[in-house]
């Protein structure tokens, strides 16, 4: 059965930091683009980064960029995603997706819709 998992979110105060994790389960992640999308209440879901498979090209939302990093690691079957310098507005439920597109994206044309398998998310919050 394929599954992704996301753990390592929680409150942490402005400024703080937080690294979250998508452990695969049933197949192989080092063979798949993944993304982090996330969806605070009332909002739509946001693109925050994404890893190719093939050269592992990263790709991050304007918001994120300088303090998010995506990154593999093939060993654990697992993609992290560390949060530096967070801020209130960066709550939001976190998801992974995986899919075996070419390359990776954030946003249409090749956005959430063109990931096949997903996480059941976890909860961020930035607040002091």
């Known amino acids: 059965q394929v599954q992704l998992v996301e753990s390592g979110g929680g409150l942490v105060q402005p400024g703080g930091s937080l690294r979250l994790s998508c452990a695969g389960s049933?197949?192989?992640?080092?063979?798949?683009?993944i993304g982090w999308f996330r969806q605070a209440p009332g909002k739509e879901r946001e693109g925050v980064s994404c890893?190719?498979?093939?050269?592992?090209?990263?790709s991050y939302a304007d918001s994120v960029k300088g303090r998010f990093t995506i990154s593999r690691d093939n060993a654990k079957n697992t993609v992290y995603l560390q949060m530096n310098s967070l801020k209130p507005e960066d709550t939001a439920v976190y998801y992974c997706?995986?899919?075996?597109?070419?390359?990776?994206?954030?946003?249409?044309?090749?956005?959430?819709?063109?990931?096949?398998?997903w996480g059941q998310g976890t909860q961020v919050t930035v607040s002091s």
């Open positions: 997706a995986a899919d075996l597109m070419d390359g990776c994206g954030l946003r249409a044309p090749i956005g959430a819709s063109e990931y096949e398998h």
């Open positions: 049933g197949f192989t992640l080092r063979y798949y683009a």
């Open positions: 890893i190719s498979s093939s050269d592992g090209s990263t």
